[in-house]
């Protein structure tokens, strides 16, 4: 799947338009008023990153501001060579998670029933950029289960490796595969059905 296509899904955070690591720094020597613009900044991210796990946007709210707590808490433990952004999006995931596993929604991932992962795109690589595939993904999201949505999610719109997505969803790898695997033929399926103009 062009992993493009599904980073539209990503506000355009004003992350561009200041220097994050100067307002992590003085977030470390205990500037709130810093951490208020960090919160702004990526409020958007947060939130979505949060409704696409949880489908839910009362739930979504909550865990944005868990979210936001466990960032400033655990700011000492960011590492400056890394994405900022894609250090929070993690956060962000592992509340969602947390809340869904606390309300015991989360179906066990099981390791049966492998399947190969093909190599076809779920989307056709297109310039035509009048494609709503925000609408798509929201109407399709809630008809996959819920560890397919997951992972999906996690794997494709906010681009994590496979092993992290394990290591959160405490499973092993070739389980986080099978179920991207399904996922993608889920969705193939659905834009057929409910999105025919998009067909492949």
């Known amino acids: 799947m062009p992993r493009q296509n599904l980073y539209l899904f990503r506000s355009k955070s004003r992350a561009e338009k200041f220097d994050e690591k100067e307002f992590i720094r003085l977030c470390l020597k205990g500037d709130r008023r810093a951490f208020e613009s960090i919160v702004e900044t990526y409020r958007d991210q947060v939130y979505w ?20 707590l466990k960032i400033w808490k655990n700011l000492p433990e960011y590492d400056f060579e890394k994405s900022f952004s894609g250090w929070i999006s993690r956060i962000t995931a592992n509340c969602a998670i947390d809340l869904l596993r606390s309300r015991k929604q989360m179906e066990p ?10 190599s076809v795109p779920l989307f056709v690589s297109s310039d035509d950029q009048s494609l709503d595939i925000r609408k798509i993904f929201n109407r399709i999201a809630p008809l996959l289960s819920q560890r397919q949505r997951i992972v999906l999610v996690l794997r494709e719109i906010y681009g994590m490796e496979v092993s992290e997505i394990a290591d959160l969803l405490r499973c092993t790898e070739s389980t986080v595969r099978n179920h991207l695997s399904q996922a993608k033929d889920s969705f193939r399926k659905k834009i057929k059905e409910l999105f025919p103009e998009y067909e492949m």
């Open 49 to 68: 990153t949060a409704y696409n796990l949880v489908l839910d946007s009362e739930d979504a709210r909550d865990v944005a501001q868990q979210s936001f």
């Open 109 to 118: 991932l099981e390791t049966e029933e492998f399947f190969s992962s093909g």
